[in-house]
C-alpha cells in the first residue's frame, strides 16, 4: 500500500491483512500536546496496556516513556520478541514500513513523533532505507534532550517554531542513523532460542487456558530446569510471572469492552473462577476489575 507521507492520520498503520488504522481523531482531540511541522508530527498521549498486531507504520516513529518504568515487548520482522522493563525516557524507535508486532503491559505517558520517510531521506541525502534501525526500551541521552527541546518548542508555539522543530528533527535523524540505540538498557534482549521465541507466541495466544511448565518446556526443547533458568534469564521474569503479568494485561484491555463480564473477562484470561480472577487483580492492579472498569470510563 502506497500512501503519501503525512498525508495520512497520525499513527496510520497497515495491519498484516491490508487493513489502515490510525489514532483515533478522539484520542488526538484528549491529547496533552499534539502539533505538526511539515513532516514532523509531534504528540503527548496517556494510554493503557495496549497490543499491536503484526503490521507497520506508513512514517518512522520514535517514542519515548514520559512516565515510570513499564514492560513493553516488540517483535520486529519476525525475528522473536524483544522483553523490557522501559525506564523512564526510554525510547523506541520503529522505521516506516518494518513489520512488527508489540504489548504494553503498562499504563504509558509516552511521547510520539512520527516523521515522513521523505523528511529522513533528505536528511540523510537518500541514505539507504530504512535508515533508521528498530529499538525498544533503549537509552540515548542525546536523542532524549533533542525530544524533549521539541516538547518545549511544541508548548511555546511561537511563530518560529516551525524552524527549530525541524532543525531538532534533523539532528534526530541524523543522530539515529549513525548512532542506532541499542534495544534496552542493557536489559531487553532476544529470546536465546526459536524454541524459547516459540513458548512467548504460544502463551500469548493460549492465555485462555491452562499452561503447564511442562508443555512450555516442551515447546522450548528443554528439560523443567534449564527451561526456568533460561525463561527468566531472557525475560527476567518466571514462566509463572511472565504469564500472570500477560493475563492481567489481557484483562485490562478485555475490560474495556463493557459487553463482556466480568466471568467471561476471567474465562478469557484464564483464570478458573471469577473469584479467583478478581482476587489476583486486585492484589496486582490495587482494584477489582469492576472498579478499574468504572474508573476506565
Known amino acids: 500500500m502506497s500512501l503519501p507521507a503525512l498525508d495520512v492520520p497520525f499513527l496510520s498503520r497497515v495491519e498484516a491483512g491490508g487493513t489502515l ?3 483515533p481523531p478522539d484520542a488526538l482531540r484528549e491529547a496533552e500536546l499534539a502539533r505538526t ?6 504528540v503527548r498521549l496517556r494510554t493503557g496496556p495496549r497490543d499491536l498486531s503484526e503490521g507497520h507504520f506508513v512514517n518512522h516513529l520514535v517514542t519515548m516513556n514520559l512516565g515510570a518504568e513499564m514492560g513493553c515487548d516488540a517483535n520486529f520482522g519476525g525475528r522473536g ?3 523490557t522493563r522501559t525506564p523512564h525516557h526510554g525510547l523506541g524507535v520503529y522505521p516506516a514500513l518494518v513489520r512488527h508486532a508489540a504489548r504494553c503491559h503498562d499504563a504509558r505517558d509516552v511521547l510520539l513523533v512520527e516523521i515522513a520517510p521523505e523528511f529522513v531521506s533528505s536528511v540523510l541525502d537518500g541514505g539507504p532505507a530504512p535508515a533508521l534501525q528498530p529499538a525498544i526500551g533503549a537509552r540515548d541521552p542525546f536523542a532524549e534532550h533533542v525530544l524533549l527541546a521539541l516538547t ?3 508548548s511555546a508555539g511561537s511563530p518560529s517554531d516551525g524552524i527549530r522543530a525541524e532543525a531538532l528533527g534533523t539532528a534526530l535523524v541524523a543522530h539515529l542513523a549513525a548512532h542506532p540505540p541499542a534495544s534496552g538498557p542493557g536489559g531487553a534482549t532476544a529470546l536465546a532460542s526459536p524454541g524459547l521465541r516459540r513458548v512467548l507466541d504460544y502463551a500469548t495466544a493460549h492465555l485462555d487456558q491452562p499452561l503447564t511448565l511442562r508443555t512450555l518446556a516442551g515447546l522450548a526443547g528443554m528439560d523443567l530446569y534449564r527451561f526456568v533458568r533460561a525463561f527468566k534469564q531472557s525475560t527476567g521474569l518466571s514462566p509463572h510471572q511472565y504469564l500472570l503479568q500477560a493475563r492481567i494485561t489481557r484483562a485490562k484491555l478485555l ?6 463480564s466480568i466471568t467471561e473477562v476471567a474465562l478469557q484470561t484464564g483464570f478458573a473462577t471469577p473469584s479467583h ?7 496486582i492492579v490495587g482494584m477489582t476489575p469492576r472498579a478499574f472498569r468504572d474508573g476506565a470510563r
Not at 37 to 42: E, F, S, V
Not at 277 to 283: D, E, L
Open 21 to 23: 488504522r490510525s489514532l
Open 37 to 42: 511541522w511539515g513532516g514532523i508530527r509531534l
Open 81 to 83: 520478541w524483544l522483553c
Open 152 to 154: 518545549e518548542v511544541a
Open 255 to 260: 475490560l474495556g469492552n463493557r459487553a463482556l
Open 277 to 283: 480472577f478478581s482476587v489476583t487483580f486486585r492484589r
